[in-house]
């Protein structure tokens, strides 16, 4: 066979299936990035099922922040014995390192015209005090007083009115002593609260005074320090005290 004839003979095969050159790197570039992503979405899918199961198995270990939960509601009866602020609930605050003694049940029933506790007319009241240690650079522990009057039942339905009128004499208590008030106004705690800050004339350090009113209670926190404390570091320490306490007189303080 001559050349022309091996020419003519191969330009009469069929040419090669398959790819070439360029057309053939961008075909395994194609494939290998395919490939690529089937892998990787096969690891983030596991990744998710295991966080997910992770998720799952400590959710019921972590409990939701106090006072965030604004689904308290009023119960319909009143448990006694659970209404215990000094004795109880002051306990149950967290992070704040108070120091005092009290029992639980010294607290003092009373009805609302002032004599024994009878049927539909109740208020409960207590006091306290100790030391409560501030975090930070604080050297000294501060003096603390607790004090609270809760009206549970009112023959006349007007237990709200009630603790208004209990915060105003609460107030003019505060602004009759011996405080030199050097700051005040509204605080942030409960349904309506009012601060004082100052000091007592002769006597070193400052003092800070909350009321509070919850619904128809109300109560009282005084906190003292020999050192020269601002006014935001003694409302730092108290707003500790408001996401418990509103839980305890939002939800035990029967509808």
């Not at 892998?39 to 998720?55: D, E, H, K, N, Q």
């Not at 000294?140 to 009630?162: K, M, T, V």
């Amino acid at each position: 066979m001559t050349n022309s004839e091996e020419r003519e003979d191969q330009s009469r095969r069929p040419a090669k299936k398959g790819l070439h050159g360029w057309k053939a790197a961008l075909a395994v570039f194609g494939c290998g990035t395919l490939a690529a992503f089937g892998v990787f979405g096969v690891i983030v899918g596991v990744l998710g099922l295991v966080l997910s199961a992770a998720s799952g198995g400590t959710s019921g270990s972590v409990g939701p922040v106090p006072g965030a939960d604004q689904s308290v509601k009023p119960r319909e009866e009143f448990l006694e014995d659970k209404f215990d602020l000094c004795g109880s609930t002051l306990r149950t605050i967290p992070d704040i390192n108070l120091t005092y003694e009290h029992v639980a049940g010294q607290y003092q029933d009373s009805s609302v015209e002032g004599g024994a506790p009878r049927d539909g007319s109740l208020v409960r009241a207590d006091s306290c005090g100790g030391q409560v240690t501030p975090m930070g650079s604080h050297l000294n522990p501060w003096e603390f007083e607790f004090s609270y009057r809760a009206i549970i039942f009112s023959p006349e339905g007007d237990r709200d009115a009630l603790a208004e009128a209990d915060l105003a004499d609460l107030r003019a208590e505060v602004e009759e002593s011996d405080l030199v008030i050097s700051d005040s106004g509204a605080g942030s705690l409960g349904d309506e609260s009012y601060y004082y800050y100052g000091a007592v004339d002769g006597v070193p350090g400052n003092s800070y005074v909350i009321l509070v009113r919850q619904r128809s209670a109300t109560y009282a926190i005084h906190m003292t320090s020999v050192d020269d404390v601002s006014v935001e570091a003694f409302a730092g320490e108290a707003r500790k005290f408001g996401p418990q306490l509103r839980i305890t007189l939002v939800n035990r303080i029967p509808k």
